[in-house]
Every structure is written in C-alpha cells, then in structure tokens.
C-alpha cells in the first residue's frame, strides 16, 4: 500500500480481555516501530524490529505487552489482560532504514485508539 | 525523566505572522533531531529534521535552528498559514534509531 496501514482503528476492550493490533508497513520498509500516545503526551516507544528481529523491546510497559514480525513485513502488538492504563492510541511507523540509523523520518498509520473499559 | 520537552502546550499566531516553537533536551547523546505535525485523528508526519553538525534547516515556509550548546531547538514557520494549525511534536534519535518525542505544542493560526 502507499502508507503504513493500522487496524482496528478503534477497540473497545472489557478489562482483562486480550487486544491484538495489527501494523502493515510501507512496501520494502525494514524498520518497524510501536509507539504508545497517551492523551495529551507524545508517542512513547515501545519496540523496534529490523526485519523480522526484534531489536529493541525496552519500552513495552509489562510483560502482557508482546509484538512480533514473523515475516519481515506486517507485524502484531498483542497485549493479554488489558487494564484501565492500557488506553491510549497506539502507532506504527515505518522506515526504509538506508543504514545511517537514526537519520531517517518516520512514516506513521493512524493509530489504533484502544479503550479498556 | 523527560528527555526530550516542550515547555510550550499551545501557541496562537495571526495569519502572515510568524510562528516559532521550541523544544529542549537533556540527552547530549541525541544526534538528529525532527519535527513532525499532526492533525486530529491522523499519525504525525515529518516535517523537517537537523543533524546535529549543523545548526540550521531550511525547506520552504519551515526552518529549524539547533543550538547544541543550550540543547536547545525551535521551528518557525514564516509565514504561518491557517492549515498550519496542527500538533507539532519534537523529536530526537540516537544512533540507535528511535526516536524520544516531546509533548506537543497546539498552533492555531488565525485568518
């Protein structure tokens, strides 16, 4: 597709339910990021895959935070259990990572707005 | 500990007048610096960005200046525009790729 792709754009998740939200990158993009916006703050890292590794875990808030990328493309943040906290938008973004790492832009989806009731 | 801030929530400007947000940062170890907009509903999209071997960016209406010393960057957008009216976030990158944004600062240009 022409952009990163986000779905659902919009859950609404029961307290203790498992979310899965799924990221397609743009086309031939190896790095992949997830971000956590709460309201009223900027996007909080999560992780970071180069392809299908997942270099950076660092920022995932708790051990019910998972994402993988089997494939190098398309990648899965689940969280298990969700709670109150847990609201918040979550972004994907893509980079084509030419190999000077840190000096590309970002390219984000729209997010998906999770609220955990 | 916040990193990378935005001392400034919201910022209102005239049409034709210039805009100017700011942005400070603790971390000496950021090399790039970026910044984004966004409008409601929509992910943030790049802007413009500076490396840290140079102290001043400039593409079209946008200009960032980065004063190393001070850890210190800002934006101005002359002149500012009513669609320029979005979040504007200010991030840094390491080498090691990711990105520390900011809090956002609101502009609003009025017609």
């Known amino acids: 597709g022409a952009g990163v792709s986000q779905s659902p754009r919009y859950k609404v998740a029961k307290r203790g339910q498992d979310v899965a939200l799924r990221c397609d990158p743009i086309?031939?993009?190896?790095?992949l990021f997830w971000y956590q916006q709460a309201l009223g703050q900027g996007p909080e890292f999560l992780t970071y895959f180069q392809n299908e590794a997942q270099l950076d875990k660092s920022g995932l808030p708790s051990d019910r935070f998972f994402a993988e990328r089997p494939e190098g493309s398309v990648s899965t943040l689940k969280i298990q259990r969700t709670q109150q906290e847990d609201s918040a938008v979550y972004l994907c973004a893509s980079n084509l990572d030419t190999g000077a790492l840190g000096t590309g832009e970002l390219f984000f989806g729209e997010g998906s707005r999770l609220t955990v009731l | 500990d916040q990193q990378v801030k935005q001392n400034s929530p919201s910022l209102s400007v005239q049409e034709g007048r210039i805009s100017i947000l700011n942005c400070d940062y603790t971390?000496?170890?950021?090399?790039?610096f970026l910044w984004y907009k966004k409008y409601p509903a929509e992910g943030p999209t790049f802007l413009i960005s500076?490396?840290?071997?140079?102290d001043k960016n400039e593409d079209g209406r946008f200009t960032v200046f980065l004063n190393k010393s001070a850890k210190h960057l800002s934006l101005h957008i002359v002149p500012s525009q009513p669609g320029d009216s979005a979040v504007y976030f200010c991030a840094a990158n390491t080498n090691a790729g990711k990105s520390t944004f900011g809090d956002g600062t609101t502009l609003t240009v009025k017609p």
């Open positions: 086309s031939g993009h190896v790095s």
């Open positions: 971390n000496s170890m950021f090399d790039y």
């Open positions: 500076i490396s840290s071997i140079k």
